[in-house]
């Protein structure tokens, strides 16, 4: 950093940690300038810049969080603590506050809600990815009868591979009221292929009316 020059050791820990992360985005300019007057001057000023740092590094991951659920295409945004168990007795409250430890992400596996219309699969995805999202990984959401008319638009246009992309690239993807309405040969082919390319890349969570 031109300028200025402060040892990571007249900082607490934390303070180094954030300025790791902000990088040159907190230590440029103006900042950096007041920062490095400020330690010189004031010992204790490193408290406050511990604080700062904090302050900025928590408004920067909000920034991000803001941008990847805009990214994920939620139709509302819902998290585990506003789901209600008490309505529907045949939910095992147990195994879904077990798949909310995202274990399964890493044992490769995928989830699918099955059930009648109004038992909150819809919602329990959603917080799922909301969930995802907050520990870092990129989800989508989308009915599968937009994803299917979605893709078979792309097929017939001659850009499906470059489409298939969008569905690919997020870790979680959610797929909603799967078998709502029925699939053509064509929409049954894409599905196919869709979840055979996700292999191995990431998880599928998956919403349907049928048992």
């Known amino acids: ?25 907190s230590g440029g300019g103006q900042v950096g300038r007041a920062v490095g007057t400020g330690v010189q001057k004031e010992p204790r000023y490193a408290e406050f810049l511990d604080e700062l740092l904090t302050c900025a590094v928590d408004a920067r991951r909000a920034r991000y969080l803001r941008a990847r659920l805009q990214l994920a295409h939620l139709p509302f ?12 007795p045949s939910i095992d409250e147990r195994q879904i506050r077990e798949l909310r430890s995202l274990r399964f992400v890493h044992d ?13 699969k819809t919602h329990r995805s959603v917080a799922f990815a909301e969930a995802a999202i907050q520990a870092g ?19 017939r246009e001659g850009r499906l591979d470059r489409r298939l992309r969008v569905y690919l ?7 909603d009221e ?29 919403t349907s009316n049928q048992s």
């Not at 200025?4 to 607490?12: H, I, T």
């Not at 490769?108 to 909150?120: C, D, E, R, T, W």
């Not at 690239?169 to 797929?175: F, M, S, T, Y």
């Not at 929409?187 to 055979?196: H, N, Y």
Request: with cysteine; proline share 6%; hydrophobic share 45%.
């Open 77 to 88: 945004v819902k998290t585990f603590d506003q789901c209600a168990f008490g309505f529907q």
């Open 178 to 206: 799967m078998g709502y309405l029925p699939l053509d040969d064509l929409g049954a082919t894409i599905f196919f292929q869709l979840v055979s390319a996700r292999y191995e890349r990431g998880r599928i969570i998956l």
């Open 1 to 25: 950093m031109r300028g200025w020059e402060v040892p990571k050791d007249a900082f607490p820990g934390s303070t180094a940690e954030c300025a790791d992360q902000l990088g040159a985005e």
């Open 137 to 155: 990984f990129g989800a989508y959401f989308i009915t599968a009868h937009e994803m299917v008319h979605d893709l078979g638009r792309a097929y």
């Open 169 to 175: 690239a997020p870790k979680w993807l959610v797929i």
């Open 108 to 120: 490769a596996s995928n989830v699918i809600f099955l059930g009648p219309p109004g038992v909150g």
